[in-house]
């Protein structure tokens, strides 16, 4: 899923300042489940942010909703009625639905309440880890399923680096070596001719550096 | 300041705090009127949500009161809750409220006087701490009125 962090709350407070109505609109993908920008999340920032203008004595009025999917256009309608009602809107979508409500809304401003950080997982609840770069080339049949580009730090391809220490990195202590969890687990699949497979050269054509970049699929266009 | 009396809401556990409470009146101990107590099944059925909410709506102190540790009902509601108040301590803070005007306490059923105790210290914890700043308005209108 894609993570994203809340943006500091004065950041936020910043961005709502000239409005006296605005929509909360979060929603129930990815940032509901990493516990940042749904339901629940939007009813506290919308009660932070009314206390602090309130507090001001610059009373702040807020429509608090979140839909199914922001980066999509079919949920975007949901809220065609209660947008026209508001000065500007609050996403607590990741970049994407943001994106998605500026261009659904052309007459309101949109603005985001979230960072968006990266995409991966949770190790447990509240804990979310980074697993994957979105390079566009998927190197994990050839890495024993963990990824070298997302997770070692140098995004080597054909082995560690020379940082590699007890099998942590030397960024920082407590980030594993992607390729000792790699090595280590093709030994004990016994599948370590793998790694004497030389990876070419990536072509990052297919990660960002090619421009925006897009999907589709020719049996659902009409 | 001296004349202020404090808000002051309570989420009370049904199987600690709420007995506790019960406990301090069959007692007949004293304990300040302050105290709204809003009993919950288990202190872990808090939420930043309720929390923040209530100070929105006046209060201006605020207090959880869960089972003793390892004696919560529900086996861990109270360890819930503990990060929780925690964590909206720093919802607070960014608001402009003083962290201080919300606390985690602990206690069973059988605990009548510390029921009674925590109310007293609380209160005049807030006291000290004076109207919860998002008040201040709403009481000058009260005052004019």
């Known amino acids: 899923m894609v993570i994203g962090k809340r943006k500091p709350f004065e950041e936020i407070l910043k961005m709502i300042e000239p409005y006296k109505k605005i929509m909360v609109l979060g929603c129930g993908g990815c940032v509901t489940v990493c516990l940042t920008g749904g339901h629940d999340e939007v009813r506290v920032l919308s009660s932070q942010l009314r206390m602090a203008r309130d507090k001001d004595g610059n009373q702040l009025e807020i429509i608090e909703k979140t839909i199914e999917r922001q980066c999509d256009p079919e949920y975007l309608d949901q809220v065609q009625d209660l947008v026209p009602q508001v000065e500007a809107v609050l996403s607590m979508a990741c970049g994407a639905g943001v994106q998605f409500m500026a261009e659904r809304y052309q007459a309101t401003p949109v603005f985001p309440a979230l960072d968006t950080t990266f995409v991966g997982g949770s190790l447990k609840e509240g804990y979310y880890v980074e697993r994957c770069q979105t390079c566009g080339q998927c190197k994990l049949a050839y890495t024993g399923g963990i990824c070298p580009i997302a997770r070692c730090s140098k995004s080597l391809l054909n082995g560690p680096c020379g940082g590699s220490t007890n099998g942590k990195c030397e960024i920082d202590p407590e980030v594993d070596c992607a390729w000792q969890l790699i090595i280590d687990r093709l030994t004990n699949l016994g599948m370590m001719d793998k790694y004497e497979q030389i990876l070419d050269i990536v072509d990052w054509r297919t990660n960002r550096d090619g421009g925006p970049r897009k999907m589709i699929r020719e049996d659902f266009q009409r | ?145």
Do not use: W
């Open chain 2, 1 to 145: 300041m001296e004349d202020f009396e404090p808000t002051i809401v309570a989420f009370c556990c049904h199987y600690c705090a709420y007995g506790a409470a019960d406990l301090a009146g069959s007692m007949r101990l004293e304990y300040p009127t302050n105290i709204r107590i809003i009993r919950l099944p288990c202190s872990g059925k808090v939420t930043p949500v309720f929390l923040l909410r209530a100070f929105e709506k006046g209060a201006d102190g605020v207090y959880v009161a869960g089972c003793l540790e390892g004696d919560c009902h529900f086996i861990h509601g109270n360890l819930v809750a503990k990060p929780r108040v925690n964590y909206t301590k720093k919802l607070i803070q960014e608001v402009g409220l003083e962290p201080e005007r919300l606390e985690m306490f602990n206690m069973s059923a059988a605990m009548g006087p510390r029921f009674a105790e925590v109310a007293k210290e609380f209160t005049e914890r807030i006291r000290q701490l004076g109207p919860s700043p998002l008040n201040k308005k709403k009481r000058k209108t009260n005052e004019a009125a």
